[in-house]
Nanobody, 115 residues
Framework: QVQLVESGGGLVRAGESLRLSCVASGSIVTINVMGWYRQAPGTRRDLVAVFTSGGTINYADSAKGRFTISRDNAKTTIYLQMNSLKSEDTAVYYC?????????WGQGSQVTVTS
């Protein structure tokens, strides 16, 4: 079994920063894709930033220039540094990963940005 555990969400004011972390653990053989997604109330879950299977990074247009995804050397922990946060960044942020060919999600971490 594989688990993804997120941490680092919270309540901040517009213009401030937050850093999210996600740790993958369990019976991991391969992690092909790992990244961050978010879902605001009444909307679908959308990509924020992701490490692709080829090792490249994709960002949503809304994240470019403000958010940075990174990972540790073992590639089992990823981070999302979020700067210059805006009220429209308010959402539940999920860590998602394809591990051993199966998609897993974390429990979600609430990020609330007040204006």
């Amino acid at each position: 079994q594989v688990q993804l555990v997120e941490s680092g969400g919270g309540l901040v004011r517009a213009g401030e920063s937050l850093r999210l972390s996600c740790v993958a653990s369990g019976s991991i053989v391969t992690i092909n894709v790992m990244g961050w997604y978010r879902q605001a109330p009444g909307t679908r879950r959308d990509l924020v930033a992701v490490f692709t299977s080829g090792g490249t990074i994709n960002y949503a247009d809304s994240a470019k220039g403000r958010f940075t995804i990174s990972r540790d050397n073992a590639k089992t922990t990823i981070y999302l540094q979020m700067n210059s946060l805006k009220s429209e960044d308010t959402a539940v942020y999920y860590c998602g990963a394809v591990v051993n060919g199966q998609l897993y999600w974390g429990q979600g971490s609430q990020v609330t940005v007040t204006s």
